[in-house]
């Protein structure tokens, strides 16, 4: 589990705060509990610093439940309307928005956490709305967070009690790191816990993530296993993307090690960005690291080897990153990733991988592992480059379904390689000599591909060098056409070759 969750605050005596600020919401509490509506609460303030968990541990101390609920969604705009709409003196609401009878009715706590996400222009779901509803006077106690409370509009924050949150101080934090450390029973010497603090630039979650990165594997944290690199920004995903799609740097998987987002979130924005800068085999490629990543990351999961990240995270940067043909220029407007959607494709993506593996494992007789080291480019650039009747007699051979070879080599060409399937009426063969076929229709591709290389640069000295003697083009032109008729025999070779 993680230290963060497992370290929530029960109740308010264990939230780190100035003095003034418990006293305030306290008293605010207190009001609500005699029957007197209040102001909603508005907590601002830089991440970490326990804005949420005294919202949490306030109502737990005073027996309140919590209905939390996310500002720019849709679905808690209907809870939130029905309460202010409906809800009588006595009657709340459960979190699932149901009434409850007035006997087992208590206050209810609703928590709009981060409310300077929620859009400004929308009517619905958004700012304005929210003003509309706060103007009715809810007789439910609301708090309200922001990370960056001068986001919201004046006329919205003066219809709340606005609560400052300042960063903690490196000894506030330290007393939590202590606490934590004598209960996971690790030992800990002060200097690394300060330089952890420190480090965490007042930022509390910071500061616990880091100490259970350290602590992973270790009984014991002395101040030389504390590598002291600045922490990073949330923006900064985007210059990790930066140097993983554009660079060959492997200082990125230190990068990304820093960045407040675990390796499953990280995850899913290259998942997201990648095909925006990679494409063809260089994107295949990498979607293959980023499954290897992937089943790590379901490793950790399922048995939680918190170690295992570490691998995740270089399959995902330093991985990715080598896996394209050359470095880009340029800028690239990243996209922020639909967390869920996005799961299910990486793991759909996955499983088709897992089968291709499987068929090209099957039809070779070997590994899927070492069908994926030797066989598998090979066989995709066969796919892609050969001529069509050896890519489909390839397909064929493989077994491979359309929506396989849409992943492999692109819808438009597994389209023609499954038509001329049919049309031919071409059937697994299940001669032992195909493989040593396929690899000599390589060779020969190789060849051609040369050949016209060659051309290519003949071609140009021709035009370039010459470009005002018509007699050396036409006889270039004648060259090119005799070069055109021996690649057509070629062809031909290669059908009968199959045959
Ligand atoms: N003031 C605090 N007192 C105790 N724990 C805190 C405090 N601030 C942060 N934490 C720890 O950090 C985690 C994240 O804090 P959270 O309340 O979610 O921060 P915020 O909402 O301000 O971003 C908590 O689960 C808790 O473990
Ligand atoms: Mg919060």
């Not at 027996?63 to 029905?82: H, M, T, Y």
């Not at 939680?304 to 399959?315: D, H, K, M, S, V």
């Not at 040369?450 to 007699?471: I, R």
């Amino acid at each position: 589990m993680l230290w963060v969750e497992k370290y929530r605050p029960k109740t308010l005596k264990d939230v780190v705060a100035d003095k003034d600020i418990l006293e305030r919401v306290i008293a605010w509490a207190k009001r609500w509990q005699e029957g007197i509506p209040q102001k909603p609460l508005l907590l601002g303030g830089p991440p970490g610093v326990g804005k949420t968990s005294l919202a949490l541990a306030l109502a737990n101390t005073f027996g309140w439940e919590v209905v939390e609920l996310n500002a720019s969604d849709q679905r808690s705009w209907q809870i939130i309307r029905r309460i202010v709409g409906e809800a009588a003196f006595s009657e709340t609401i459960s979190s699932e928005g149901e009434f409850l009878s007035s006997e087992s009715g208590r206050l209810k706590l609703i928590l709009l956490d981060e409310v300077d996400n929620i859009s400004k222009k929308e009517d619905f779901g958004g700012e304005s709305a929210l003003i509309k509803l706060l103007k009715r006077k809810p007789r439910q106690p609301i708090i309200l967070t922001a990370n960056d409370p001068y986001k919201l509009s004046k006329e919205l924050r003066d219809l709340c009690e606005f609560v400052q949150f300042k960063r903690l101080r490196t000894d506030q934090i330290v007393k939590v790191l202590e606490r934590i450390c004598a209960s996971e029973g690790i030992k800990a010497d002060r200097n690394a816990l300060r330089l952890i603090a420190q480090n965490a630039g007042g930022d509390l979650r910071a500061a616990i993530n880091d100490l259970q990165a350290i602590a992973e594997g270790r009984r014991e944290i002395r101040a030389e296993d504390v590598v002291v690199s600045k922490r990073m920004q949330e923006t900064d995903v985007f210059k990790v993307m930066q140097k993983i799609f554009k660079r060959f740097d492997r200082t990125v998987y230190t990068d990304a090690m820093s960045l407040d987002e675990s390796p499953e979130d990280l995850i899913v924005w290259i998942d997201e960005n990648l095909p925006l800068e990679y494409e063809g085999d260089e994107l295949l490629r990498a979607y293959l690291v980023l499954s290897r990543a992937d089943m790590f990351l379901g490793r950790v999961r399922r048995r939680g080897f918190y170690r295992l990240w570490r691998y995740a995270t270089y399959l995902m940067t330093v991985g990715v990153a080598f896996a394209k043909q050359r470095a880009k220029g340029g800028f690239t407007k990243y996209q922020r990733p639909n967390i869920w959607q996005m799961l299910t494709l990486i793991k759909e993506r996955r499983e088709k991988v897992r089968n291709i593996l499987k068929k090209i494992a099957k039809y070779s007789h070997m590994s899927s592992k070492k069908a994926l080291n030797e066989m598998f480019f090979f066989i995709v650039y066969m796919l892609r480059h050969a001529d069509i009747a050896t890519a489909s007699k390839i397909s064929a051979f493989y077994d491979f379904s359309e929506e396989e070879l849409s992943l492999l080599v692109g819808d438009k060409r597994a389209r023609e390689i499954k038509e001329f399937i049919r049309k031919h009426g071409i059937k697994r063969v299940v001669e032992e000599e195909v493989e040593e076929e396929i690899f000599k229709a390589f060779e020969k591709k190789v060849e051609e591909t040369k050949e016209e290389a060659e051309k290519v640069k003949e071609v140009k000295v021709e035009e370039v060098e010459k470009p005002e003697k018509a007699e050396e083009v036409v006889k270039g032109k004648a060259k090119r056409r005799r070069r055109k008729k021996k690649k057509e025999k070629a062809e031909v070779t290669l059908d009968k070759f199959f045959s």
